[in-house]
């Protein structure tokens, strides 16, 4: 599966950005997917996953009651709906998918799409 990030770009602290990371090759139906971010300097370390099937959700500490994960697989597309973000939101952000329904990790991998949130 190959998988297309988009959606980010700079706003200021406070605003908010929805990213998408739309899916080719495979139906993302049967996939579970991540979304992750890698600031300068810093590792790159998880943000949201949305599972296959039930879709569950779950999320970074830093992020929760903040950002949010949907899928519609109708068009194929994982969204991350980002609100309130902050400086330290600033990151490249990645999506990912794995057949795994709780995957240890994800073996597709899209580009990044930069965020950058000014003070």
């Known amino acids: 599966v190959q998988l297309q990030a988009s959606g980010g770009g700079l706003v200021q602290a406070g605003g908010s950005l929805r990213l998408s990371c739309a899916a080719s090759g495979r139906t993302l139906s049967g996939y579970t997917m991540g979304w992750f971010r890698q600031a300068p300097g810093k590792e790159r370390e998880f943000v949201a996953r949305?599972?296959?099937?039930?879709?569950?959700?779950n999320y970074a500490d830093s992020v929760k009651g903040r950002f949010t994960i949907t899928r519609d697989n109708a068009k194929n597309t994982v969204y991350l709906q980002m609100n309130s973000l902050q400086p330290e939101d600033t990151a490249v952000y990645y999506c990912?998918?794995?057949?795994?329904?709780?995957?240890?990790?994800?073996?597709?991998w899209g580009q990044g799409t930069q965020v950058t949130v000014s003070s």
């Open positions: 949305i599972t296959k099937i039930d879709g569950r959700t």
């Open positions: 990912a998918a794995s057949p795994q329904f709780y995957p240890r990790t994800y073996e597709y």
